[in-house]
């Protein structure tokens, strides 16, 4: 069956792999997040910490993952270092994000950067985050910060996953944290950050050679028998609403994982206990990349799309290949039908700080020791490497 699927390769496709600036840096002592991970009764596991040490180790990431054969690699740019204080901008900080930059171009690496990836710097978040009365204005003056250090940089994603966002918010004022990640949304935080986003498309397309786009954590909501109407319901707010945003960009970032079945009772159907499970307790679902693309194409009316992230955790690199395996032959099927994919970013390059399960869900093509920061790549890299240039997937 897999002989027939053919993938486009590198260098026409991207082909690479994503991460997060506070999930590999280290030390993103002025952010948020920081600030959530030490705060007494967190949810979160543990401190992130040095993470991987990433924010000196870059080159040698980089140099990996072009030395396996790929051509892109995501990651962000962390506000909270370019802006510590509100209107003090770091120009060492910006400096340091042009060499990341740089050292991809000098490596044959196409840089896709992220301008905000969850976190957010402590002071904003303090006044209010999203919801503070100019928050686009100070949102957007960042933006157009950031654009100095863009040139040559054609493709930027402004917000990371808002519909997560979203969620988190509309979960912290209901004070349910555990039901992250599917709690009903706070609305209002959606629509300012679509605004937000709309602000930064208009100066990044200011540049003239920037594409610009958000990425949607994309959930392939199922409807149980006869659950048509509530699935509906459940996946407007948390997905479609932020699709539609999408329909004017440039490109429109899919990141997907799994699926979530939602039943007639308009409320997400738990998994039996004979699905194999993920180390972030998700169930195994390759399928769900072709699903989330094909739906992403339906929803957007056909705006190119880019897999800013798709991966799983897991201690077993046989699995990451077999997953990733299955999630493009989805790819490769969704392509012959007609959907426009410009490339694929595997999540994550690096094993890094999984938010609030700490460094324990691996997602890395590459291991990294947490006390020496040496990096040791998996067999899954090689791979991945290789598809990118025959574009053929071993059968
Ligand atoms: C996020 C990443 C995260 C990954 C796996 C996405 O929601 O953008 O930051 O690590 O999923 O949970």
Not at 13 to 41: C, M, P, R, Y
Not at 101 to 118: E, K, N, Q, R, S
Not at 128 to 134: H, K, L, P, Q, T
């Amino acid at each position: 069956m897999t002989e027939q699927l053919t993938l486009p390769t590198a260098p026409g496709f991207l082909w690479g792999a994503s991460t997060a600036a506070h999930q590999i840096e280290g030390g993103n002592v002025n952010s948020d997040w920081w600030a959530k991970e030490h705060a007494a009764g967190t949810p979160c596991a543990e401190s992130s910490g040095d993470a991987v040490d990433s924010y000196h180790r870059y080159p040698e990431d980089v140099r990996l993952l072009a030395d396996a054969g790929l051509n892109a690699y995501r990651f962000s740019v962390e506000w909270a270092r370019v802006e510590p204080a509100e209107g003090e901008i770091s120009r060492a900080q910006l400096a340091h994000y042009r060499r990341v930059i740089d050292t991809c171009l000098a490596a044959g690496v196409t840089p896709v950067v992220t301008l905000l990836h969850f976190t957010l710097p402590r002071w904003f978040a303090e006044r209010g985050g999203w919801f503070a009365r100019d928050a686009v204005d100070a949102y957007a003056r960042y933006v157009e910060t950031v654009t100095s250090i863009l040139d040559d940089v054609r493709h930027v994603v402004t917000i990371n996953e808002p519909n997560i966002t979203s969620m988190m918010l509309g979960a912290s004022r209901r004070s349910t944290l555990d039901a992250v990640g599917l709690a009903a949304p706070d609305e209002a935080a959606s629509e300012i950050q679509a605004t937000a986003h709309r602000r930064a498309v208009e100066v990044l397309r200011g540049l003239g050679h920037v594409r610009a786009g958000w990425t949607v954590a994309n959930q392939v909501f199922q409807a149980a028998p006869g659950a048509e109407a509530a699935r509906d319901a459940y996946a407007y707010p948390r997905e479609d609403y932020f699709l539609e945003v999408a329909r004017d960009d440039d490109f429109v970032g899919v990141q997907s994982y799994l699926r979530t079945i939602i039943g007639p009772d308009g409320e997400p159907v738990p998994f039996g206990d004979d699905v194999e499970r993920t180390l972030t307790g998700w169930e195994y679902y390759p399928q769900a990349l072709g699903e989330a693309l094909e739906y992403t194409h339906r929803l957007t009316g056909g705006v190119p799309m880019l897999v800013t992230e798709n991966g799983v955790a897991t201690a077993d690199d046989d699995r990451r290949i077999d997953y990733t395996t299955g999630a493009l032959e989805g790819m490769a099927r969704a392509m012959s039908g007609g959907c426009r994919v410009e490339g694929y970013l595997h999540w994550s390059l690096l094993d890094n700080y999984e938010w609030m399960s700490g460094f324990a869900p691996t997602f890395g093509l590459i291991a990294v020791d947490r006390t020496t920061f040496e990096r040791t790549p998996k067999p899954s890299l090689a791979w991945l490497g290789k598809v990118a240039r025959t574009g053929e997937l071993p059968g």
